[in-house]
C-alpha cells in the first residue's frame, strides 16, 4: 500500500491501530471493519488492497481538483454501490448506498442516515458510487436535491455543499 501510493505522488499518514486506541475506533466508525490495512482517502474508505478502487479514487480526485470550485465542500457520507448490497426483502437497488454519515456534514443535516440509498441527484439518476460523485461534482450550486430510498419510502432532502 505504502509503495502504491508513493509511486503515485500521495502523501500519507500511516496509523498504529495496534497501538492508538483511538485511530482504531476512527478506522472501525469509518470503514465498518476491523480489518487492516484501511485506506481512507477524503470521504472514500477502502478495506485490504483493492488497486482498482484506488485507482479510481485517485483518478477521481485528481480531475475534480482541477475543476472543482475553491472551498467546494463534499457530501460527508461513506458510500457504495447499493448493488453490492442486498437490501430487506432481497429486492436489488441501483445507486449509493450510504453506509455512514460524518457528524456535522452536509449528508447528516440533510437527515441522510446509514441504509439509506441516493438514487438522484436533481434530475440526474444516480446507479453508482463513482455516479454521485460525478453529478455532485457538476452541480453548479451549493444547494443539491437528492432523491433518497429508505426502504420502500422515497423523498427529496436538499443538501447544501457550501
Not at 32 to 38: D, E, K, R, Y
Not at 89 to 95: H, I, L, S
Not at 127 to 143: E, F, I, K, M, V
Request: no cysteine.
Amino acid at each position: 500500500m505504502k509503495e502504491f501510493l508513493s509511486q503515485r505522488g500521495v502523501k500519507w499518514t500511516e496509523k498504529y491501530v495496534d497501538d492508538d486506541r483511538n485511530a482504531a475506533i476512527e478506522m472501525i466508525r469509518r470503514s465498518g471493519q476491523q480489518g487492516v490495512p484501511v485506506t481512507i482517502i477524503g470521504d472514500d474508505v477502502v478495506v485490504g488492497f483493492d488497486r482498482a478502487r484506488l485507482e479510481r479514487i485517485l483518478a477521481k480526485r485528481a480531475a475534480s481538483s482541477s475543476t472543482s470550485q475553491p472551498g467546494r465542500k463534499s457530501l460527508g457520507a461513506k458510500v457504495a454501490d447499493a448493488s453490492r448490497y442486498v437490501m430487506p426483502g432481497g429486492t436489488a437497488v441501483e445507486g449509493a448506498y450510504v453506509g455512514g454519515v460524518n457528524p456535522g456534514s452536509p449528508a447528516e443535516a440533510a437527515g441522510l442516515s446509514t441504509g439509506d440509498v441516493i438514487i438522484a441527484v436533481g434530475d440526474r439518476n444516480v446507479r453508482s458510487a463513482d455516479d454521485l460523485a460525478s453529478a455532485l461534482a457538476s452541480s453548479s450550486n451549493g444547494n443539491v436535491t437528492l432523491t433518497v430510498a429508505r426502504g420502500k419510502t422515497r423523498r427529496n432532502v436538499v443538501a447544501h455543499l457550501g
